[in-house]
């Protein structure tokens, strides 16, 4: 027996159950595996890294990661930065490189 894609979706109020017909799309399936590996990959990096890295700086540098959320919002869909942001943005980098020269 194959198990199918079951999912609730409330409209107009009712509860409806959208079956395997209306699952995700191969991309999305594609897209989805990339990134679970991609995430499995980081975390073991992140293991070893403070494993046999320095503390300090591994723990610097992992502080950064939602950076990087705001670097990809801005090259893919062109979000806005404001001075704030950017603010931010200089002064981590800044924070990073003088924890790294110590």
């Not at 409806?16 to 679970?36: M, Q, S, Y």
């Not at 591994?58 to 704030?84: K, N």
């Amino acid at each position: 027996m194959r198990a199918s894609w079951v999912a609730p979706r409330i409209v107009d109020g009712q509860e409806h159950v959208i079956g395997a017909e209306d699952g995700p799309g191969a991309r999305t399936l594609a897209a989805t595996a990339v990134a679970g590996l991609l995430s499995g990959g980081a975390n073991l990096l992140y293991l070893a890294a403070t494993r046999y890295g320095q503390l300090a700086i591994v723990g610097v540098l992992s502080s950064l990661y939602p950076a990087g959320t705001v670097l990809i919002a801005r090259l893919r869909l062109s979000e806005h930065w404001s001075r704030t942001r950017v603010c931010g943005m200089v002064t981590a980098v800044l924070a990073v490189i003088f924890v790294v020269i110590g």
